[in-house]
């Protein structure tokens, strides 16, 4: 029998630190049973105090994940960690996860603390924490970069209050594999009762060292669990990446001979619903999720594997899940075969008007769309889901005309507050003449950070997935948007990212 190794994943905590990635409750609810789906053991979903949105969101994954450990991230403080047992309440299994930072430079110049102070507050924390649920983990914020004599004085403290896992941050992603796993060897060897608890590390990849960092720290030092995204969504260059941890410890188990219980076959539908969800496209090139990460351009190498596979593929696509975008519905699928598929997919929407409306614009979709894939479904939930909120800015219709001989020009109707609102305009592009009219309207100001298009599945009658990423007074956000039609699927993305700097959503979830 393998040793286990404990996923943790963090991507609706940290992987939501990305710009512009803030998730909805709702949202929040699909990634955590597609999670649970994969079988990860522990689903980081929020960090309740940080939001009244985000405390809902932690307790509404609590109430319904029942194969997964839910965690909620805390401060070091009675009020965040009261917050973190509140939202778990519902929970099967519930963790606390408390941080605080204990390199010098964070002590002084951020929490302006003495060591002495931060060891008090650890320690406090903990022990109220522990009163109220077993499962405590304890993270040392830019643990790699602090003094190993403080941190180990630090964690036996925490340890003895009841932390059962032990979890250390390469906060800013300054480690190197080598040393990493050396110094978490170390500080295992060295705090008395570390065999009280489970080691953790959770690696920031802004050297792209995160997952090698994290497997070290498995080899070297001996840890038995890592926290990750999928996709390796995070803060700046983002966390570990899920999918290659799993993957190199699956591919290449005769050199760690560890198990992990991940459900591979479910990381690449994993891997598009978050990408779908947040606006974050998946680099082709990306290990394991990649849309290239199984093409074989080069003729020898396509000669090699049509003689046999091993030559040049060490994993099989549909091990990740690469083939799980079967067919699933077409124009004659009916409602009850509709609603089967959504409920596969974890799906669940609020009422039958909501399935109703879901089901009509199915059926619009399968008129235009002879296949509907999996990954059609989601899009046209989270569309729906855009259009079903009560936003200030809606599309009503839109048409837009360009060609060799003549200048594009767009002209659209919007309802603002549900007064409708007619504007054309001019533009470089189709879609740059869609969204001056929308800005027409709008007048926003908002400077546009990006705008990129993705087809959701293949083929040139797949739908147009777009993001748009809009900056104004310090927000960043992303709008999504999908249709056959890319000018329509960008004037969604537009409003939709509209709406958000509208709203009252949180600027950066980690406050
Ligand atoms: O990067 C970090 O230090 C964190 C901790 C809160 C675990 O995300
Ligand atoms: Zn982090």
Known sequence: MKERLIIFDTTMRDGEQSPGASMTKEEKLRIARQLERMRVDVIEAGFPASSNGDFEAVQAVAGVIKESTVAGLCRANDRDIQRGIDALKNAKSGRIHIFIATSELHMEKKLRMTP????????????????????????????????PDFLCRVLEAVIKEGASTINIPDTVGYAVPEQFGEFIRKLREKVPNSDKAVWSVHCHNDLGMAVANSLAAVTIGGARQIECTVNGLGERAGNTSLEEVVMAVRTRGDFFNLATRIDTSQIVPASRLVSQITGFVVQPNKAVVGANAFAHASGIHQDGVLKSRDTYEIMRAEDVGWTANKIVLGKLSGRSAFRQRLKELGIELDGEDAYNKAFQRFKDLADKKADIFDEDLHALVSDGATAAAAEHWQLVRMSQAS????????????????????????????????????????????????????????????QGEVTVRLAKGGRIVNGVGADTDIVVASAKAYVNALNKLQGTQRINPQM
Do not use: C, M, Y
């Open 116 to 147: 002495e102070q931060v060891l008090e507050q650890a320690t406090l924390s903990v022990r109220f924490a522990r009163k109220h649920r077993d499962d405590i983990e304890f993270s040392p914020e830019d643990g790699s970069r602090s003094d």
């Open 403 to 462: 060609g060799t001989e003549e200048r594009p020009h767009a002209k659209l109707v919007l309802t603002e507050a549900g007064k409708e609102r007619k504007a054309d305009a001019d533009g470089d592009g189709p879609v740059d003449a869609t969204f001056k009219a929308i800005e027409r309207v709008a007048k926003s100001g908002a400077e546009l950070l990006l705008f990129s298009v993705n087809a959701v599945t293949q083929g040139t009658e797949s």
